[in-house]
Structure formats: C-alpha cells, structure tokens
C-alpha cells in the first residue's frame, strides 16, 4: 500500500520570497512517481513536476524543483520567487511504477502568498 | 491543444435519481482515471482505463457506481440511486500511457439532495 503525508494543512509566504511544501511518503514498490499538483480555487488540478525513484538529480520546472531524499522518503516541493497567483492548494502524490496505475494523493497544502 | 473536458461542470440531484458524468480526455491519450474529491476523504481513485484492457474497478466504493468508456475515448461515469454521501467533485484524468503524467479536467461538482 502506498501513503502519502503532508503536515502542512496551511501556509503563508510573502511576495517573492521561496517556500518549501512537505511531502513524506510510504511505499513498498522499488519504483515509483512522485507528483506535484497545484488545484487553484477554480477547481482544476494542473500538473506541476514529476520525479522518478530512480532519478539521479532533483526535477526542476521553471519556479518549481523537487527536493527529493530517498532514505527520507521525502518528496518536498519548493517554489522560488512566490507570486500571488502561486495561491492554491497544493498536493503531492505519487503511483507505483508496477501495477496499480491510479495516483495516491496527500491530504494537501493550502498556501496563501500576501503581497 | 485541447485538454481534458468534462461534462457537466455542476450537477444537482435528488437523492435516489441516476446521474450520469461524462469525460473526454486529450486526443490520443490511451489511459483515463476518474477520481473523487470530497471534503472527509479527499482525493480517492475509483476506476482507470487502459487502451482495450479490463478497466481496474478497485476503487468504485459500491456496485452503486460503474463506468464505461466507448470506442478507447470519451467515458461515461453513472452513479445509480444516489445518495448525499455522493456528493462531491468527480475528476476526470488522461494519460498518454498507463505510466505518464496524468492531466485532470475542470471536475463535475455532483450535489445529491
């Protein structure tokens, strides 16, 4: 079975400064997908950043990277240079590489950025 | 392009009436997903197609629920003699293959009376 964890049920961050997300997760599949997703008030899920168990350096994508510590079994998003409209829930989830192709999501983080 | 659409956006039903939700994934996006969103347990898979393979059913939370998908494209999610505990928002995601990055659609938000 899978599990993901995010402790943080809300954040803050000013204007342009960076924020981590936690995200901790519980797997016994050697391979796996972790995933990011940002779910505006609009309601739609948009795909942030994907890192694979077997990638040798961090994903990065634009103002997003993935701080990713294996041994931890960690999967933290940061966002660099916050921007208002980076306000939105936030989850992290993750899908086995074998099998079940459905993703198991955390229970999210709502981040809020103040000008 | 185009993204994941789907259909309603809202819908609102008295307990006990069928209701039907519909997806059309990306254009030649072989993997469709549908999933649940609701307040006391968030985000929760229900069922996943695969090309012609036998969709995985292990998340329909009872035989209330089915799906179909017609022709490898668009996927019709019925939920039958609903209940209030149905309600919430129904996802819909598509993949270009089982192992990709799934891409959601906007949700129907289902309200049952």
């Known amino acids: 079975a899978q599990k993901i964890t995010q402790t943080q049920p809300g954040m803050f961050v000013q204007e342009k400064e960076a924020v981590t997300l936690d995200c901790t997760y519980d797997t016994s599949d050697p391979s796996y997908g972790l995933f990011w997703y940002k779910q505006p008030s609009s309601g739609e899920m948009i795909f942030l950043i994907y890192?694979?168990?077997?990638?040798?350096q961090n994903a990065t994508e634009g103002r997003y990277s993935l701080n990713f510590q294996k041994a931890r079994k960690s999967a933290n998003l940061v966002i660099s240079a916050s921007q208002l409209g980076d306000s939105a829930m936030y989850f992290c989830?993750?899908?086995?590489?074998?099998?079940?192709?459905?993703?198991?999501f955390g229970s999210g983080t709502r981040l809020q950025v103040q000008p | 392009g185009a993204g994941v659409s789907q259909s309603p956006s809202n819908k609102v039903t008295e307990k006990g009436k069928d209701v039907e939700l519909r997806c059309d994934p990306i254009?030649?996006?072989?993997?469709l997903y549908w999933y649940r969103q609701s307040l006391g347990q968030g985000l929760e898979f229900l069922i996943y197609?695969?090309?012609?393979?036998?969709?995985?059913k292990s998340g329909l939370p009872s035989d209330r629920f089915s799906a179909e998908r017609t022709g490898g494209s668009v996927s019709t999610l019925t939920i039958q003699r609903t209940q209030q505990e149905d309600s919430a928002v129904y996802l819909c995601a598509s993949s270009f293959q089982g192992r990709d990055t799934q891409y959601f659609g906007p949700g129907t938000r289902l309200t049952v009376l």
């Open positions: 890192q694979g168990s077997y990638d040798q």
């Open positions: 254009s030649g996006h072989t993997a």
């Open positions: 197609f695969q090309g012609n393979s036998a969709p995985d």
């Open positions: 989830a993750m899908r086995a590489s074998t099998g079940r192709r459905a993703l198991t």
